[in-house]
């Protein structure tokens, strides 16, 4: 099992920035792709970023969402088990819970039915 906790949302104008961590615990968090979901009131639950897993040989893989590219970035730190997203030049249609999630199959996944395991959200609201 592997427990993640999401961390750093809040309330800014558009404008500003926000960086959110998941700490993980349970398994070998190097062995995981970590990803960044968001889901807005009334709407799916859809990707944001992606950061694969790596062996000590290799650099990690990122991939984005069109609409986050450029404003978003996202990162991990094995020795802290944490993946972080830091968003930049925030919009109002930012504004959603953001889910860190994780899974050992997919190293590039953008999909929900890929990953194994989800935090419990934390809340971005991006005022205009």
């Known amino acids: 099992q592997v427990q993640l906790v999401e961390s750093g949302g809040g309330l800014v104008q558009a404008g500003g920035s926000l960086r959110l961590s998941c700490a993980a615990s349970?398994?070998?968090?190097?062995?995981?792709?970590m990803g960044w979901f968001r889901q807005a009131p009334g709407k799916e639950r859809e990707f944001v970023a992606v950061?694969?897993?790596?062996?000590?040989?290799?650099?990690?893989?990122?991939s984005y969402t069109t609409s986050v590219t450029g404003r978003f970035t996202i990162s991990r730190d094995n020795a802290k088990n944490t993946v972080y997203l830091q968003m930049n030049s925030l919009k109002p249609e930012d504004t959603a819970v953001y889910y860190c999630?994780?899974?050992?199959?997919?190293?590039?996944?953008?999909?929900?039915?890929?990953?194994?395991?989800w935090g419990q959200g934390t809340q971005v609201t991006v005022s205009s």
């Open positions: 999630a994780a899974n050992f199959q997919y190293n590039l996944g953008r999909r929900t039915d890929e990953y194994d395991y």
């Open positions: 349970g398994r070998t968090f190097s062995n995981f792709a």
């Open positions: 950061i694969t897993w790596s062996d000590s040989s290799t650099a990690y893989a990122t």
